[in-house]
């Protein structure tokens, strides 16, 4: 039976009147991908905090591996961190730096070079960590934090400020380190469209308040069922007349297509009057797919609980 790395149950965190994290509930299950999602301001950073030990709550309990994180040093041996704004001194040489935090943690030097190796910096071990490129430090980031080997790695907006090619390079290094390493991360993110390939667990994240939670093809069978998306040449023509439809619940527009709600049993009855308004439209349907609702219109369903016609 799985344990639960990192349980948070009721946080509260304050900052003079604002209130970041408000009645906050947290798991995260060992060997998983959890991402903690939401918008800039949702609580994601204040939350990352608590669990690493960096912030006290004002109130609520969290425990990471059994244990109370805040000015715990005993956990940091079991965790491993990547910050949004990861910080090194800049003049050093990148194998260098991780030799001295080698030392630090008392483990063989040669690991230093093993995980830049693990990270695709193998040819960048003589540069100074200031010569890195946005993507080759966060990825130097994440050889910092897995070199003593931890059980658990959390990540704060991992991803952010990278092109998407460096997104999607990052994310399926967090997949082979959770595959080949078995470590547990925990990724919050307000960047979604990739977070879905490598995420088997989500938290949905909004005004400090988990709204929901789960494994991934849970919530979406819960929140997106009946949803269909339809790839289209010329969405918004086709999307003005398919709302029209008494049986469509909801529809969300975007460059590529639409993603329509329809009522129970109404799907088949959808696929025969999009043929038929395309047609009527003089645009083209390029593919229609059933339970296809992306991970950002999941999020959606979930905080606004939209019911209604879009």
Same mark, same amino acid.
């Given at each position: 039976?799985?344990?639960?790395?990192?349980?948070?149950?009721?946080?509260?965190?304050?900052?003079?009147?604002?209130?970041?994290?408000?009645?906050?509930?947290?798991?995260?299950?060992?060997?998983?991908?959890?991402?903690?999602?939401?918008?800039?301001?949702?609580?994601?950073?204040?939350?990352?905090?608590?669990?690493?030990?960096?912030?006290?709550?004002?109130?609520? +309990?969290?425990?990471?591996?059994?244990?109370?994180?805040?000015?715990?040093?005993?956990?940091?041996?079991?965790?491993?961190?990547?910050?949004?704004?990861?910080?090194?001194?800049?003049?050093?040489?990148?194998?260098?730096?991780?030799?001295?935090?080698?030392?630090?943690?008392?483990?063989?030097?040669?690991?230093?070079?093993?995980?830049?190796?693990?990270?695709?910096?193998?040819?960048?071990?003589?540069?100074?960590?200031?010569?890195?490129?946005?993507?080759?430090?966060?990825?130097?980031?994440?050889?910092?934090?897995?070199?003593?080997?931890?059980?658990?790695?959390?990540?704060?907006?991992?991803?952010?400020?990278?092109?998407?090619?460096?997104?999607?390079?990052?994310?399926?290094?967090?997949?082979?380190?959770?595959?080949?390493?078995?470590?547990?991360?925990?990724?919050?993110?307000?960047?979604?469209?990739?977070?879905? +390939?490598?995420?088997?667990?989500?938290?949905?994240?909004?005004?400090?308040?988990?709204?929901?939670?789960?494994?991934?093809?849970?919530?979406?069978?819960?929140?997106?069922?009946?949803?269909? +998306?339809?790839?289209?040449?010329?969405?918004?023509?086709?999307?003005?007349?398919?709302?029209?439809?008494?049986?469509?619940?909801?529809?969300?527009?975007?460059?590529?297509?639409?993603?329509?709600?329809?009522?129970?049993?109404?799907?088949?009855?959808?696929?025969?009057?999009?043929?038929?308004?395309?047609?009527?439209?003089?645009?083209?349907?390029?593919?229609?797919?059933?339970?296809?609702?992306?991970?950002?219109?999941?999020?959606?369903?979930?905080?606004?609980?939209?019911?209604?016609?879009?």
């Amino acid at each position: 039976m799985l344990m639960s790395l990192i349980v948070a149950e009721d946080l509260v965190k304050k900052y003079g009147r604002v209130v970041a994290v408000d009645g906050l509930y947290l798991r995260v299950e060992e060997g998983s991908i959890t991402g903690l999602i939401g918008p800039n301001g949702a609580g994601k950073t204040t939350t990352i905090k608590i669990v690493l030990g960096l912030l006290k709550p004002d109130k609520g +309990r969290v425990g990471v591996f059994g244990q109370e994180p805040w000015d715990n040093p005993d956990l940091r041996e079991l965790i491993g961190a990547v910050h949004e704004k990861a910080y090194f001194p800049s003049y050093q040489r990148a194998l260098d730096y991780l030799e001295r935090v080698c030392r630090i943690f008392g483990i063989p030097q040669g690991r230093a070079r093993e995980v830049l190796g693990l990270v695709g910096l193998e040819d960048a071990h003589d540069r100074q960590i200031k010569a890195l490129s946005a993507g080759m430090l966060q990825r130097f980031a994440i050889a910092h934090a897995i070199i003593h080997e931890p059980k658990l790695i959390v990540a704060d907006e991992m991803t952010a400020n990278l092109d998407p090619e460096g997104r999607s390079s990052l994310l399926d290094l967090v997949a082979d380190i959770n595959k080949n390493q078995k470590t547990t991360f925990l990724l919050s993110s307000h960047i979604l469209p990739e977070l879905s +390939r490598v995420c088997n667990s989500v938290s949905i994240i909004n005004r400090g308040k988990v709204y929901a939670a789960g494994k991934l093809s849970e919530l979406y069978e819960k929140y997106a069922a009946g949803i269909i +998306r339809i790839n289209v040449e010329n969405p918004e023509r086709l999307a003005a007349e398919i709302k029209k439809l008494s049986y469509v619940e909801n529809l969300k527009v975007d460059a590529r297509g639409i993603s329509v709600r329809t009522s129970k049993g109404r799907e088949e009855r959808l696929y025969e009057d999009a043929a038929k308004i395309a047609k009527k439209a003089h645009t083209r349907i390029l593919g229609i797919e059933t339970g296809s609702a992306s991970l950002e219109e999941l999020y959606r369903l979930v905080v606004t609980g939209e019911k209604g016609k879009g």
